[in-house]
C-alpha cells in the first residue's frame, strides 16, 4: 500500500511509518507531498491518506484528550491494548507530537523524544532520509519498553 502525507515530516509523520512498516503493512511504501496534493493523489493512486485533516488517518479528539495519528492507527488496526510496550511508545509519541494542554497522555520520555525527532528534521530535509534515520531510534524505544 502506499501511505501518503505531507512533506517536512517531524514526530507523527516519522513514527506513523514506523508503526506501519513494523505492524501494519511491511510492503508499505511512502510518499511526501505538499499539503494540497495529498489527499487528491491518495485517492487517485488508492493509496492512503495520513496526519492531516481530511486524511484516512490523523489527531482525534477523544475524553481523554487529543490522540496523535500514531494512536488513531493503533486503534484502527486493533493494536491498542495488544502490546504494552507497543502503547508505551504510542504515549511517548503522543506526548512529543501534542500539546500539552490538549494530550490525552503524558510519558516522561515524550519531551526527549520530541527534542531528538525535531533534532533530525534539523539535519534534513529529506523525509525518507529521516525514516532511515529514526526507525532504530524507535526500534530501539520498543525494545526499551519490551524489557522493562
Known sequence: MLWITR?????????????IKRFIDPE???LFLPADQ???TAKKVGGKSYDMKGSDFTHQKTPEG???TFV????????????AALDAVAKVVNHADVSAE??????PEGDGLEAIARG??????????????????????????KRR
Not at 517531524?10 to 514506523?18: A, E, L, S
Not at 528534521?121 to 519498553?145: C, I
Open 7 to 19: 512533506a517536512g515530516a517531524n514526530v507523527d509523520r516519522i513514527t506513523c511509518p514506523w508503526l
Open 102 to 107: 490538549a494530550s490525552a497522555f503524558r510519558a
Open 28 to 30: 508499505a511504501q511512502f
Open 72 to 83: 488513531t492507527l493503533m486503534r484502527a488496526h486493533g493494536l491498542w491494548g495488544k502490546d
Open 38 to 40: 495529498v489527499l487528491e
Open 66 to 68: 487529543e490522540v496523535c
Open 120 to 145: 533530525f528534521a534539523f539535519l534534513t530535509g529529506d523525509d525518507h532520509q529521516k525514516l532511515a534515520w529514526e526507525f532504530p531510534m524507535y526500534d530501539a524505544l520498543y525494545q526499551f519498553f
